[in-house]
């Protein structure tokens, strides 16, 4: 853990710079890609989650989340009767989208979604700007939290780029771990 500590806080350092053609981009070792991540998923306060409905069919909607942990568990919170809460119980597989106009950068959170209903989880993880929205933490919300599995990168700014010839964005396996209650 204090490796990972080290290097996602020397990377950024890495990124810090715009690629040219003077400065070529870093290696993409899975470290430069966390840190190119963590700093795209920085700049974007509302990024897109998206679920499968009943007959298949993706549905995506605006979230605000928290920002990711250190295992890339992110926690957002919603009304319990919405679609989503539905979705993520008939089919647990999502992507949180996060899309950097300024940069034209993503990453793409593929992994697993879980309702928690309980006060003392809601109360860990709870931000207090959702409060203006859920004024009754016990019966008007409720929290998903988003395990990843994966993270596909795009970034030419910070030099992390997909295939010339498919355009596959780079990926980062995260290391499965459920997150804290």
């Known amino acids: 853990m204090r490796i990972l500590s ?54 995506a909607r605006t979230v605000q989340p928290m920002a990711p942990d250190s295992s890339w568990a992110v926690w957002f919170a919603t009304n319990p009767r919405t679609r989503k809460v539905a979705e993520i119980a008939r089919h647990p597989h999502v992507v949180l989208h996060y899309f950097d106009p300024v ?17 003392a989880t809601k109360d860990a993880h709870w931000n207090p700007t959702w409060s203006t929205f859920y004024p009754d933490r016990d019966t008007s919300v409720v929290l998903v939290v988003v395990q990843a599995e994966r993270l596909e990168i795009v970034s030419a700014k910070l030099g992390v780029e997909g295939d010339k010839a498919t355009w596959r964005p780079p990926t980062l396996a995260v290391r499965r771990s459920r997150p804290r209650q």
């Open 6 to 59: 080290a290097v996602l806080c020397a990377a950024p350092m890495l990124l810090s710079a715009q690629v040219t053609p003077e400065r070529p981009p870093p290696p993409l070792t899975p470290a430069v890609l966390e840190a190119a991540a963590r700093q795209i998923v920085a700049s974007v306060a509302y990024p897109t989650f998206i679920t499968t409905d009943a007959k298949g069919h993706p549905q």
């Open 103 to 119: 940069t034209q950068s993503y990453v793409a959170l593929v992994g697993r979604a879980r309702v928690v209903r309980d006060r």
